[in-house]
């Protein structure tokens, strides 16, 4: 169908209202502020700054551990300690090894995982706290409005499509349709953290890759309330081994908070051999060591939320900036995986593209040759020495983490190197074992479906992500050649995505003796796990319509 859209024009356009996206609103209205007091030309206003944001509410699909290391915040707003919602100081610390049974408290806490003067929060608090301050600013923060599709020219980007409300499951308007809106402007930022559908997009079209592709893992976390007594606020603890084999990549997390409640979950790389291995699976196993157990025994599970993270690494950062375009944050690969720890780097490079879009919009000059210097001001600023320390980390555990232990140790002292640099990598769905079985479903029969109370299915922890979709629209998942998936997948992976995705969106049914592939989109929390992991790639997750997902209230 033809549709009639309105245009809109702005300065800057930021897709995605996260740490970084709202970093670079902030810091860039702070300029302009400045620019203008000091009464220099040309005339701007943080009014032609626009953010969208796909959530019904900033903050509502922010999902992370979360630990906060302040130094770029405390960049951003010096004073931040004094309003920021943080929920405790890290009191102490200490890393574990598990074995079923059992738990062995490592003597020194490896120095990537020490936390001393870092923060437990809330990733959506902070976030909706950021939001504020922009909106003060005289930013416009618009929510429920998803980018749809990139407006290219050239070799550059000048704006986003926004997606379409009140389309039906069949593609045709219902009684309250709204079109879209082509929103165009010099500066587009793309900060839609990671495995972002127009990043992906533009990185593809225009070439922009890395070094080595982008590989993933991903978290999955609940919130509990306990017992009291039961761990001490601020008490940080990190875990490997059990329920892990030594071949995954991967470990679990523990972090006292205020009023006895607890954050906890499971990160693992998405670049396993077995199709058939579940991480839901595996994190709700891991509830049930006893080191875990006697904490939440008699608690309740408040949240759930699952979301990818970026582990590639500096050789996995694209080319980031385009014609009237930059990309930030984790969408810039800019997460350290050795210290699990992207929200901080995602705040500076947002800053600096503030700073780098300002500088532009005074010259008159939105080219990539003139956006390049964000990718100079990068390189000189601390998140390089951060991230260069550690670029090929996560590639040193490709052989295991016995292998990668030693690979890290020898990295550590020649700082970042070890004994093959760069290393090189593959991306993760490359990593499935071919199973070669016959056209037969895999029996779900037996899958995991926990006790209730300890552990659970993935329905229930669905439930408890206030994930919401209007339900009579087009489905955001949109899967290329769905034959593939009840022939071919079927025999050599037998349907992977029944397993790795978290919230039970896919599932394998036989219709007229033939297999199909069900989708429950209703069910999805955004994670993109499905986009990432699957082995043909042909998978596209698309935003849905604007304001559907999870709602990651206090996560």
């Given at each position: 169908?033809?549709?009639?859209?309105?245009?809109?024009?702005?300065?800057?356009?930021?897709?995605?209202?996260?740490?970084?996206?709202?970093?670079?609103?902030?810091?860039?209205?702070?300029?302009?502020?400045?620019?203008?007091?000091?009464?220099?030309?040309?005339?701007?206003?943080?009014?032609?700054?626009?953010?969208?944001?796909?959530?019904?509410?900033?903050?509502?699909?922010?999902?992370?551990?979360?630990?906060?290391?302040?130094?770029?915040?405390?960049?951003?707003?010096?004073?931040?300690?004094?309003?920021?919602?943080?929920?405790?100081?890290?009191?102490?610390?200490?890393?574990?090894?598990?074995?079923?049974?059992?738990?062995?408290?490592?003597?020194?806490?490896?120095?990537?995982?020490?936390?001393?003067?870092?923060?437990?929060?809330?990733?959506?608090?902070?976030?909706?706290?950021?939001?504020?301050l922009v909106e003060k600013k005289g930013v416009n923060l618009f929510t429920q409005f998803a980018g749809q599709e990139l407006l290219y020219e050239k070799n550059g980007i000048r704006g986003v499509l926004t997606g379409d409300k009140g389309v039906d499951k069949n593609g045709k308007p219902k009684d309250n349709f709204t079109p879209g809106y082509e929103l165009r402007a010099k500066v587009t930022v793309l900060a839609e953290g990671p495995r972002g559908s127009l990043t992906?997009?533009?990185?593809?079209?225009?070439?922009?890759?890395?070094?080595?592709?982008?590989?993933?893992?991903?978290?999955?976390?609940?919130?509990?309330?306990?017992?009291?007594?039961?761990?001490?606020?601020?008490?940080?603890?990190?875990?490997?081994?059990?329920?892990?084999?030594?071949?995954?990549?991967?470990?679990?997390?523990?972090?006292?908070?205020?009023?006895?409640?607890?954050?906890?979950?499971?990160?693992?790389?998405?670049?396993?051999?077995?199709?058939?291995?579940?991480?839901?699976?595996?994190?709700?196993?891991?509830?049930?060591?006893?080191?875990?157990?006697?904490?939440?025994?008699?608690?309740?599970?408040?949240?759930?939320?699952?979301?990818?993270?970026?582990?590639?690494?500096?050789?996995?950062?694209?080319?980031?900036?385009?014609?009237?375009?930059?990309?930030?944050?984790?969408?810039?690969?800019?997460?350290?995986?050795?210290?699990?720890?992207?929200?901080?780097?995602?705040?500076?490079?947002?800053?600096?593209?503030?700073?780098?879009?300002?500088?532009?919009?005074?010259?008159?000059?939105?080219?990539?040759a003139k956006l390049a210097s964000y990718q100079t001001k990068l390189e000189q600023s601390w998140v390089k020495k951060e991230l260069w320390s550690v670029r090929n980390f996560h590639q040193a555990f490709h052989g295991g983490l016995w292998k990668g232990l030693i690979h890290a140790g020898l990295q550590f002292v020649s700082g970042g190197r070890g004994l093959i640099d760069p290393m090189r990598g593959k991306a993760g769905y490359q990593e499935y074992t071919n199973l070669?079985?016959?056209?037969?479903?895999?029996?779900?029969?037996?899958?995991?479906?926990?006790?209730?109370?300890?552990?659970?299915?993935?329905?229930?922890?669905?439930?408890?992500?206030?994930?919401?979709?209007?339900?009579?629209?087009?489905?955001?998942?949109?899967?290329?050649?769905?034959?593939?998936?009840?022939?071919?997948?079927?025999?050599?992976?037998?349907?992977?995505?029944?397993?790795?995705?978290?919230?039970?969106?896919?599932?394998?049914?036989?219709?007229?003796?033939?297999?199909?592939?069900?989708?429950?989109?209703?069910?999805?929390?955004?994670?993109?796990?499905?986009?990432?992991?699957?082995?043909?790639?042909?998978?596209?997750?698309?935003?849905?319509?604007?304001?559907?997902?999870?709602?990651?209230?206090?996560?």
């Amino acid at each position: 169908m033809t549709v009639e859209r309105e245009q809109l024009d702005a300065d800057v356009l930021i897709i995605g209202a996260g740490p970084g996206g709202l970093a670079c609103a902030l810091h860039l209205a702070n300029l302009i502020e400045q620019h203008t007091q000091a009464k220099k030309a040309p005339a701007l206003s943080a009014e032609n700054i626009y953010v969208l944001e796909k959530a019904r509410e900033a903050g509502a699909h922010q999902l992370s551990g979360a630990l906060l290391d302040g130094r770029a915040l405390r960049e951003l707003v010096p004073d931040f300690e004094k309003t920021a919602p943080l929920d405790t100081p890290v009191t102490s610390d200490a890393a574990y090894y598990l074995t079923k049974k059992s738990s062995w408290k490592l003597p020194i806490t490896p120095p990537p995982l020490q936390n001393h003067g870092n923060y437990v929060i809330s990733l959506s608090k902070l976030v909706k706290w950021l939001a504020g301050l922009v909106e003060k600013k005289g930013v416009n923060l618009f929510t429920q409005f998803a980018g749809q599709e990139l407006l290219y020219e050239k070799n550059g980007i000048r704006g986003v499509l926004t997606g379409d409300k009140g389309v039906d499951k069949n593609g045709k308007p219902k009684d309250n349709f709204t079109p879209g809106y082509e929103l165009r402007a010099k500066v587009t930022v793309l900060a839609e953290g990671p495995r972002g559908s127009l990043t992906k997009d533009m990185v593809s079209r225009l070439q922009l890759d890395g070094l080595n592709p982008q590989v993933y893992g991903i978290g999955i976390k609940e919130l509990w309330d306990v017992q009291p007594g039961r761990i001490e606020t601020g008490f940080v603890a990190h875990t490997l081994g059990w329920p892990l084999a030594s071949d995954l990549y991967g470990g679990g997390w523990i972090y006292g908070m205020r009023n006895n409640r607890v954050s906890l979950g499971m990160v693992l790389a998405l670049e396993y051999h077995n199709p058939l291995f579940d991480p839901h699976e595996a994190f709700q196993k891991f509830k049930t060591h006893p080191f875990v157990r006697k904490i939440l025994d008699g608690g309740k599970l408040v949240r759930y939320g699952a979301k990818t993270v970026p582990y590639g690494g500096w050789y996995s950062m694209p080319k980031s900036y385009v014609d009237g375009g930059l990309i930030i944050g984790d969408s810039a690969s800019l997460l350290n995986s050795q210290r699990l720890k992207g929200i901080h780097t995602a705040i500076k490079s947002g800053m600096l593209a503030a700073e780098t879009i300002y500088e532009a919009l005074c010259a008159g000059d939105t080219s990539a040759a003139k956006l390049a210097s964000y990718q100079t001001k990068l390189e000189q600023s601390w998140v390089k020495k951060e991230l260069w320390s550690v670029r090929n980390f996560h590639q040193a555990f490709h052989g295991g983490l016995w292998k990668g232990l030693i690979h890290a140790g020898l990295q550590f002292v020649s700082g970042g190197r070890g004994l093959i640099d760069p290393m090189r990598g593959k991306a993760g769905y490359q990593e499935y074992t071919n199973l070669h079985r016959d056209r037969t479903l895999v029996d779900q029969s037996t899958r995991f479906k926990g006790d209730g109370k300890l552990t659970f299915d993935r329905l229930t922890d669905v439930y408890h992500s206030g994930t919401r979709h209007e339900e009579d629209q087009p489905c955001h998942l949109v899967v290329l050649d769905p034959n593939i998936c009840g022939d071919r997948c079927v025999r050599e992976f037998g349907n992977p995505c029944q397993y790795f995705c978290p919230a039970a969106v896919y599932e394998m049914v036989m219709e007229k003796g033939t297999p199909r592939l069900k989708i429950n989109a209703a069910n999805c929390v955004h994670c993109k796990t499905c986009d990432v992991a699957d082995p043909y790639q042909i998978i596209n997750w698309i935003p849905p319509e604007g304001g559907g997902g999870p709602n990651y209230e206090g996560m």
